[in-house]
C-alpha cells in the first residue's frame, strides 16, 4: 500500500513523492521518473521491486504529475538536481533514510538528474541504476538542438512539444494504450530544460571517472528515443571498479512498462542486495587525493608538442590576451595581479564591463560572460545562502555569533555581511590574510563604512594548524572561501582543517568552497597567469575528494549549494558534539 505525501524544496515548492514505506526499514529504494512522467507509473514496477526489509520513496519532479510548476518547466536543469538533494534531505529527517543503504534507480531524464547528483554532490549512496538515460535524446532532426538553442535566447521559456508515443517506448500493446491514455503525462518540455540535458549529459559522460558508486546502467536495444553512444561513452569513462552495462536486445526505451520488465527488476534487486551488503567507500590515493584530477593535472603541467595545432591555438590566444585583451579592464587587471587575485574577482563580482576606446568595454563584457566568471558569481550567492543558513544554526544551538574568514583578503563581502541586518548586530568578524595590503585595505574600508568594532583584520597563515587551533576568539562559524582550490597538494589542506577542527567548539560550523569541475580547465591553463606570474594550472577536487578531506578533519558534511553549471560548491559542514 503507497502513501502519497510532500516535502519541501530549497526555493519553497511543496513536491510530491509515494512512499511504500516498510516499518523499521533500514535499506531504501529511491526511484526517479522519466521525463514527461509522474510518480504513479511505478504503481505497477514496485511490486517486482519489493525486497525484505526494504522501504521504496519515488518522487515527483516539479512541474509533473501533481508536483506544482509549469508542465515540464523548472528554472534550470541543475533545479532538478537540488531537488533531488533536498528530497533526499527530507527522507533522511521524516523517514531516518540512511544513505550507505539507500540505492537510487533512475529512469531516462531521471537518469541524468541523479548521476549529476551523484557527480556534484558525491552522496554516499550504496549504489545507482540507470536505466536507458537520456544522455544524449534522440531528436530526428539534423541540427535540431542547434535551432532549440536559438529558440531559447529569442524567446526564453519556449516549449517543445514530445514526439513520444507509446509504441515508440514498449512492446506491450497494454502498455502503450495505458501510457496514450495518461492525462497525466504532459508532453510539454522547457526548451531550457531540453538544452540543459544535453549539457548536463555530456558534462557527466566527460568527467565520469571521477564518479565512484557502484552503476548498473540499461540499454534497449531498440531504443528509438535516447542514442546508445552516450550510454556506452558514460560507462567506459565511469570510475568505479564495481559497474555493469546490460543490454536488453529487442526492449524499448521504457524498460519498466515493456516485456523485459521481470528481468530488469530481477537484475536490480540483485544489484541492490550486494550495495546492501558492503558499502564501498570513495576510491582515493593515499592523500586522499583522486587520481583521475591527478592525472589531469599532471597532464596539463606539461607543455604541449611544438608544433602541434593545439599549442598554435592557445599561442593564438595567449597573444591576444596580451595586445587587444589590454583593452579590456577585467583583463588588464588580470595580466598586473593574476587572473586568480582578489583584484580580479572584485571586478568579476562587480560584473561591470569597462574598457578603453570603446571595444575594450565590448572585450569586457565578453570576459566578464564566461562560464566560469558566471559561476563565480554564482558562488558568492551560494556562499551568501549557507552564511545565513550557518548563522541560524549556530544561534539555535546557542553559540555567540563569531564568524572567522581563515583568507578572506580584504574582507569586503564580510563588510556586506555585517552591514545586512537580516545577520544580526551581534555578529562579530575576524577576517584573517597572509597579505598585510589586503588587510590593511580591508581595515581602511571597516573604518570608513563604521564597522571597524565589529571586524578584525589579522595576519594569519591559512596552513597553520596551530595558529588556527588557537585563535582567540574561538568563532562558531569558520570560513573557507576560494582557497583550497588554489593549491593541489592535499597534505597543506589537512593541516588547515586539523586547525579548524580544534579551533570550532562542538556544533560549530564550517563553510568551504569547492571547484569539481570546470569546462576551461586547460584553457585556463594555457593562457592565464596566476597571482606568482605562472601559468595557472588547477588540480581540480571532485566533491566526494574534498568531502572525504572534511570528514577525515572530524566533521559532518551537513549542506550543500552548487551553481547552475556544475562548476562551484559552497558546503557546510558541522562539528559534532
Given amino acids: 500500500?503507497?502513501?502519497?505525501?510532500?516535502?519541501?524544496?530549497?526555493?519553497?515548492?511543496?513536491?510530491?513523492?509515494?512512499?511504500?514505506?516498510?516499518?523499521?526499514?533500514?535499506?531504501?529504494?529511491?526511484?526517479?521518473?522519466?521525463?514527461?512522467?509522474?510518480?504513479?507509473?511505478?504503481?505497477?514496477?514496485?511490486?517486482?521491486?519489493?525486497?525484505?526489509?526494504?522501504?521504496?520513496?519515488?518522487?515527483?519532479?516539479?512541474?509533473?504529475?501533481?508536483?506544482?510548476?509549469?508542465?515540464?518547466?523548472?528554472?534550470?536543469?541543475?533545479?532538478?538536481?537540488?531537488?533531488?538533494?533536498?528530497?533526499?534531505?527530507?527522507?533522511?529527517?521524516?523517514?531516518?533514510?540512511?544513505?550507505?543503504?539507500?540505492?537510487?534507480?533512475?529512469?531516462?531524464?531521471?537518469?541524468?538528474?541523479?548521476?549529476?547528483?551523484?557527480?556534484?554532490?558525491?552522496?554516499?549512496?550504496?549504489?545507482?541504476?540507470?536505466?536507458?538515460?537520456?544522455?544524449?535524446?534522440?531528436?530526428?532532426?539534423?541540427?535540431?538542438?542547434?535551432?532549440?538553442?536559438?529558440?531559447?535566447?529569442?524567446?526564453?521559456?519556449?516549449t517543445i512539444k514530445s514526439y513520444v508515443r507509446g509504441s515508440w517506448l514498449t512492446r506491450d500493446p497494454a502498455a502503450q494504450a495505458e501510457y496514450d491514455a495518461d492525462t497525466t503525462i504532459s508532453k510539454d518540455i522547457s526548451a531550457k530544460i531540453l538544452v540543459g540535458l544535453f549539457d548536463t549529459g555530456k558534462r557527466i559522460i566527460g568527467d565520469a571517472a571521477v564518479m565512484d558508486r557502484p552503476l548498473l546502467m540499461f540499454a534497449a536495444g531498440a531504443d528509438k528515443v535516447v542514442k546508445r553512444g552516450a550510454i556506452d561513452a558514460l560507462y567506459q569513462n565511469y570510475g568505479c571498479e564495481e559497474k555493469v552495462l546490460l543490454t536488453l536486445p529487442k526492449a524499448r526505451h521504457a524498460i519498466f512498462h515493456d516485456l523485459c520488465r521481470d528481468e530488469v527488476c530481477g537484475a536490480i534487486r540483485r544489484f541492490a542486495e550486494r550495495c546492501f551488503a558492503e558499502f564501498r567507500p570513495p576510491s582515493l590515493t593515499a592523500d586522499l587525493s583522486h587520481p583521475a584530477t591527478d592525472a589531469e593535472y599532471a597532464r596539463l603541467r606539461k607543455p604541449l608538442p611544438t608544433p602541434s595545432l593545439r599549442g598554435a591555438s592557445f599561442l593564438g590566444q595567449r597573444i591576444l590576451l596580451?595586445?587587444?585583451?589590454?583593452?579590456?579592464?577585467?583583463?588588464?587587471?588580470?595580466?598586473?595581479?593574476?587572473?586568480?587575485?582578489?583584484?580580479?574577482?572584485?571586478?568579476?563580482?562587480?560584473?561591470?564591463?569597462?574598457?578603453?576606446?570603446?571595444?575594450?568595454?565590448?572585450?569586457?563584457?565578453?570576459?566578464?560572460?564566461?562560464?566560469?566568471?558566471?559561476g563565480i558569481r554564482q558562488r558568492k550567492r551560494c556562499l551568501d545562502e549557507a552564511l545565513r543558513f550557518s548563522l541560524a544554526r549556530i544561534r539555535e544551538a546557542g553559540l555567540p555569533a563569531d564568524l572567522m574568514d581563515i583568507a578572506g583578503g580584504a574582507g569586503r563581502y564580510l563588510l556586506d555581511l555585517l552591514e545586512d541586518p537580516e545577520t544580526g548586530d551581534d555578529l562579530h568578524v575576524l577576517c584573517r590574510d597572509w597579505s598585510q595590503s589586503a588587510l590593511d585595505t580591508g581595515r581602511g574600508a571597516a573604518i570608513g563604512r563604521g564597522l571597524?568594532?565589529?571586524?578584525?583584520?589579522?595576519?594569519?597563515?591559512?596552513?597553520?594548524?596551530?595558529?588556527?587551533?588557537?585563535?582567540?576568539?574561538?568563532?562558531?562559524?569558520?570560513?573557507?572561501?576560494?582557497?583550497?582550490?588554489?593549491?593541489?597538494?592535499?597534505?597543506?589542506?589537512?593541516?588547515?582543517?586539523?586547525?579548524?577542527?580544534?579551533?570550532?567548539?562542538?556544533?560549530?560550523?564550517?563553510?568551504?568552497?569547492?571547484?569539481?569541475?570546470?569546462?576551461?580547465?586547460?584553457?585556463?591553463?594555457?593562457?592565464?597567469?596566476?597571482?606568482?606570474?605562472?601559468?595557472?594550472?588547477?588540480?581540480?577536487?571532485?566533491?566526494?575528494?574534498?568531502?572525504?578531506?572534511?570528514?577525515?578533519?572530524?566533521?559532518?558534511?551537513?549542506?550543500?549549494?552548487?551553481?547552475?553549471?556544475g562548476i562551484f560548491t559552497v558546503t557546510v559542514a558541522t562539528r559534532p558534539a
Fill in 322 to 374: 596580451g595586445t587587444a585583451g589590454r583593452l579590456s579592464k577585467g583583463i588588464r587587471i588580470g595580466h598586473a595581479t593574476g587572473f586568480d587575485s582578489g583584484e580580479s574577482l572584485d571586478h568579476v563580482y562587480q560584473n561591470e564591463a569597462r574598457g578603453s576606446l570603446g571595444i575594450g568595454k565590448l572585450i569586457d563584457r565578453g570576459y566578464l560572460d564566461a562560464i566560469g566568471w558566471r
Fill in 452 to 565: 571597524s568594532a565589529r571586524i578584525d583584520h589579522m595576519r594569519g597563515d591559512a596552513f597553520d594548524e596551530g595558529s588556527l587551533a588557537n585563535v582567540s576568539p574561538r568563532p562558531s562559524v569558520a570560513v573557507v572561501s576560494g582557497l583550497y582550490e588554489l593549491f593541489p597538494d592535499n597534505e597543506r589542506v589537512r593541516r588547515s582543517l586539523r586547525g579548524l577542527f580544534r579551533a570550532l567548539p562542538p556544533g560549530g560550523r564550517l563553510i568551504y568552497t569547492g571547484q569539481p569541475w570546470h569546462p576551461q580547465v586547460e584553457m585556463i591553463a594555457r593562457t592565464l597567469t596566476n597571482r606568482d606570474g605562472e601559468f595557472w594550472v588547477m588540480r581540480r577536487r571532485p566533491q566526494g575528494e574534498m568531502d572525504t578531506l572534511v570528514a577525515d578533519a572530524g566533521f559532518t558534511k551537513e549542506r550543500q549549494w552548487t551553481d547552475d553549471f
Fill in 1 to 158: 500500500m503507497s502513501t502519497r505525501l510532500q516535502f519541501p524544496t530549497d526555493d519553497g515548492l511543496e513536491l510530491h513523492y509515494k512512499t511504500w514505506n516498510v516499518e523499521g526499514s533500514s535499506r531504501a529504494l529511491i526511484l526517479l521518473h522519466r521525463g514527461h512522467e509522474h510518480a504513479d507509473r511505478w504503481d505497477s514496477v514496485v511490486p517486482q521491486l519489493e525486497m525484505p526489509d526494504t522501504a521504496v520513496y519515488a518522487w515527483e519532479a516539479r512541474g509533473h504529475g501533481q508536483s506544482p510548476g509549469v508542465r515540464g518547466h523548472a528554472p534550470c536543469f541543475m533545479q532538478y538536481v537540488r531537488d533531488l538533494d533536498a528530497f533526499v534531505r527530507h527522507l533522511r529527517a521524516a523517514h531516518g533514510l540512511v544513505p550507505e543503504k539507500t540505492v537510487v534507480v533512475a529512469h531516462s531524464v531521471g537518469g541524468v538528474v541523479a548521476a549529476a547528483w551523484v557527480h556534484d554532490f558525491a552522496p554516499r549512496i550504496a549504489g545507482l541504476v540507470l536505466a536507458t538515460p537520456a544522455l544524449d535524446v534522440n531528436l530526428v532532426v539534423p541540427g535540431a538542438l542547434t535551432g532549440i538553442r536559438i529558440m531559447e535566447d529569442l524567446l526564453p521559456g519556449s
